[in-house]
């Protein structure tokens, strides 16, 4: 077995890469990922240009306890942040709903974190397969076993299994006890039952509307896409769909009294046009000036203003930017991110049942929850 680290780090994403930077240098540290390389899902994060975070922070922008995420973000929130990467060389801008990029992408990130590591640290292509012991913990992986005095899963969830997603870290946890919030894709595709098949025709056409589930709302781009519906609100609204109808308004901010004229309604209504014909289609309703519609079509028209069915389901894991649900925060203390049921034990990231809306809300969560987690560690290491 060999050397026992001070702290074994399982995962090299961004929560695992923020803690390796802000641990203190004098301690041992092994920070191990199955990729050959740190910081693959922040190198394809927003397209590439990399979303790091929301000047809007607000624990409503997360499917999480408020409670648990709400002492995280008042010792590590988004001045902190910017601040820190921005000392550090990643020069970053402001863009529509307080989203905030690297003006030089995903790249200039990753480039901070690889100068953060220090030499002989980064166990690369290495993957975790079982975690047994109580600190020492015997980390065995595929090539060979490791033994640390803490460890810290930082090992996300199972979205893009082609970028190291794997369940590692729900195992681990409930191996030491922890309860595990049923898991699910979120910020991801929904699919459509064969009754809306229709709107599969409509791929490619991305349209302005206003979608709600349950008492949330989003006013955002639709898209709509060969295995469904896609775009920033679809995926928003992944976070919080599990079953049962949504409702859209394919008409936000227009009051169908107010329109009027003598234009058909496929040049009238404020939406694409094919998409407008495929709607009138499906509610039976013919393409005339509204002046010459039946009181029927005009009831059967209002259903543009709240447009509701049951989604099939969602595109998957393969196409989801994140896992909701995880461990349990009940039995992790907020203030140090290390497990109530086993001592040395810490749980950081989106491995938590901890899940943001799109707009740098699961950057932010990966890197406070990683600062929270170095504080206590470097003050309890020795
Ligand atoms: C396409 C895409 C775009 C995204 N864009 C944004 C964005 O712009 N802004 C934003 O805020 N969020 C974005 N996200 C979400 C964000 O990337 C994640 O929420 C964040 O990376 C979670 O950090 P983490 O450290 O918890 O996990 P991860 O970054 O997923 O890191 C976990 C690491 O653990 C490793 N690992 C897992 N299992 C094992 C094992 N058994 N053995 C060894 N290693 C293992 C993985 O290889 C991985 O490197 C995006 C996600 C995707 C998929």
């Given at each position: 077995?060999g ?13 695992g890469l ?18 050959r ?8 994060s ?32 988004q001045?902190?942040l ?12 402001p ?6 990029f690297?003006?030089?992408?995903a790249?200039?990130?990753n480039?901070l974190?690889?100068q ?28 060979r076993?490791?033994s640390?005095?803490t460890?810290v ?14 369940g590692?870290?729900?195992e681990?946890a ?8 049923t ?12 009754d ?31 295995r ?33 004229g003598?234009?058909q ?51 998957g894991?393969g196409k ?21 049921r086993?001592?040395?034990l810490?749980f ?8 943001g809306?799109?707009g ?11 600062a ?6 470097n003050?309890t290491?020795?």
């Amino acid at each position: 077995m060999g050397t026992e680290y001070d702290v074994a780090i399982l995962g090299a994403g961004a929560s695992g890469l923020m803690l390796t930077a802000r641990l203190e240098k004098r301690y041992s540290v092994l920070l191990i990922d199955s990729n050959r390389s740190p910081g693959a899902k922040i190198a394809v994060s927003g397209g590439g240009r990399c979303n790091l975070c929301n000047l809007e922070l607000s624990t409503d922008r997360y499917r999480a306890d408020p409670d648990f995420i709400r002492p995280v973000f008042d010792r590590y929130d988004q001045q902190w942040l910017l601040e820190w990467v921005g000392q550090r060389g990643v020069a970053w801008h402001p863009e529509a709903q307080g989203k905030i990029f690297c003006d030089r992408g995903a790249r200039s990130l990753n480039r901070l974190f690889a100068q953060a590591i220090p030499p002989g640290v980064f166990i690369a292509g290495e993957r975790i397969v079982k975690v047994e012991g109580k600190g020492p913990f015997q980390i065995t992986g595929q090539k060979r076993s490791y033994s640390a005095r803490t460890l810290v899963v930082a090992s996300g969830g199972r979205s893009f299994p082609k970028l190291g997603a794997s369940g590692i870290g729900y195992e681990i946890a409930k191996s030491y006890g922890h309860r595990i919030e049923t898991t699910a894709p979120a910020l991801v595709g929904l699919t459509l039952q064969p009754d809306e098949f229709f709107m599969k025709e409509l791929a490619g056409i991305s349209t302005e509307v206003e979608l709600k589930v349950g008492k949330r709302q989003w006013r955002d781009r639709l898209l709509f896409a060969h295995r469904g519906l896609s775009g920033p609100a679809v995926l928003n609204a992944s976070l919080w769909w599990e079953a049962g109808e949504i409702a859209i308004d394919f008409l936000p901010g227009i009051s169908l009294e107010k329109l009027q004229g003598s234009r058909q309604l496929t040049t009238l209504l404020p939406l694409p046009k094919r998409a407008a014909r495929a709607f009138l289609e499906r509610l039976g309703i013919p393409d005339r000036p509204v002046d010459r519609l039946s009181d029927l079509h005009r009831r059967r028209l209002r259903r543009l203003k709240a447009y509701r069915f049951a989604p099939a389901g969602t595109f998957g894991y393969g196409k989801a930017e994140v896992t909701r649900g995880g461990v349990s925060t009940r039995e992790i203390d907020p203030y140090t991110m290390q497990s109530r049921r086993q001592a040395g034990l810490y749980f950081i990231g989106e491995v938590l049942d901890v899940t943001g809306e799109l707009g740098g809300y699961n950057f932010q969560w990966a890197f406070s929850s990683a600062a929270v987690a170095a504080d206590a560690l470097n003050g309890t290491l020795g």
